[in-house]
């Protein structure tokens, strides 16, 4: 009797986790960011100069997507230098990166995993850049 617990235990855990997982499908990924996440558009500013991929690479290549910078016509909007407000920076700020984004998609998000990082305790400006790492499905 225990082993039939157990396994009928097992079998419902499986189906719980099966459920989110294709919840959670996307067919494209988009990067806002600084230099933690630049893979061209303000050249690579990470210590090996791309020997290792930042994390975004690895993002797309676990889920067999395509990531190049923006100016080669990518989805990868991050710039080294980047900050989060155009007071800070108004050549490269992230308001400016999705309002690029958005500009090519008409406005409009399809189904794909969006990802807002930048860098901790940089300063530009006098100021700090606010930090926010994370990632959201958006529709």
């Not at 990924?29 to 020997?51: C, F, K, M, P």
């Not at 940089?122 to 926010?132: I, L, M, V």
Request: hydrophobic share 30%; glycine share 12%.
């Amino acid at each position: 009797m225990t082993q039939k617990r157990t396994l009928l235990k097992y079998g419902i855990l499986s189906l719980a986790l099966a459920v989110p997982l294709s919840a959670c499908a996307f067919d494209s990924l988009t990067v806002i960011g600084d230099s933690l996440s630049d893979t061209g558009n303000n050249g690579r500013w990470t210590w090996d100069s791309g020997q290792n991929k930042l994390y975004d690479e690895q993002l797309a290549e676990r889920y067999g997507l395509e990531l190049s910078p923006s100016s080669n016509g990518g989805s990868n909007y991050a710039a080294g230098g980047a900050t989060a407000t155009p007071e800070l920076n108004p050549q490269d700020n992230t308001a400016d990166q999705v309002r690029q984004w958005l500009a090519k998609t008409g406005g409009k998000s399809r189904p794909q995993r969006f990802v807002y990082s930048l860098g901790r305790r940089k300063r530009s400006g006098g100021g700090h850049r606010a930090t926010c790492h994370g990632t959201a499905n958006s529709r």
